[in-house]
């Protein structure tokens, strides 16, 4: 999952990537970054969320034997949600001690696709754009965002 991050001060890629938990060569394929890239202040640079996220998902951590279906079975999750809110493919292996994101009881997400809009994002988590507004941070509706839905109880 990614956000847009508007760079405020000149950086460089290393600093980005410190300040993001990753690297420079991930920086470097998410935003098709071919060579050296002097960052400029005020441009953007697509990053992958890294943090938790206003403490809507915590961190599993992979058990020997464990399996995305298990791990998603065990959290009543969609085994394909959870592949996509972390980023991974269907023919990944994931390995003990690896970290998972799992989302916390009464969160629903989505990750939006290609040319959906406010209302479209809505529908899919079964509330109104004005809800969404307030509990995403940031929405840019680009292709992967996650965008998330606390249910009120």
Request: net charge negative; proline share 3%; glycine share 4%.
């Amino acid at each position: 999952m990614y956000r847009i991050y508007q760079i405020e001060d000149e950086t460089s890629l290393d600093d980005i990537a410190k300040k993001f938990n990753t690297t420079v060569q991930n920086l470097k394929q998410i935003n098709g970054i071919l060579n050296d890239y002097n960052v400029q202040r005020g441009s953007y640079i697509i990053v992958p969320i890294s943090d938790m996220e206003d403490g809507n998902f915590e961190i599993y951590r992979v058990k020997q034997g464990d399996s995305i279906y298990s791990i998603a079975q065990a959290f009543g999750l969609n085994y394909i949600d959870l592949l996509n809110l972390n980023g991974l493919d269907r023919d990944q292996y994931i390995y003990p001690n690896q970290e998972i994101m799992i989302p916390k009881k009464d969160l629903v997400f989505i990750i939006t696709k290609e040319n959906e809009t406010l209302s479209d994002a809505a529908d899919r988590l079964d509330t109104t754009e004005e809800e969404m507004i307030r509990q995403n941070r940031t929405i840019y509706l680009v292709p992967d965002q996650l965008m998330v839905y606390k249910k009120r109880v």
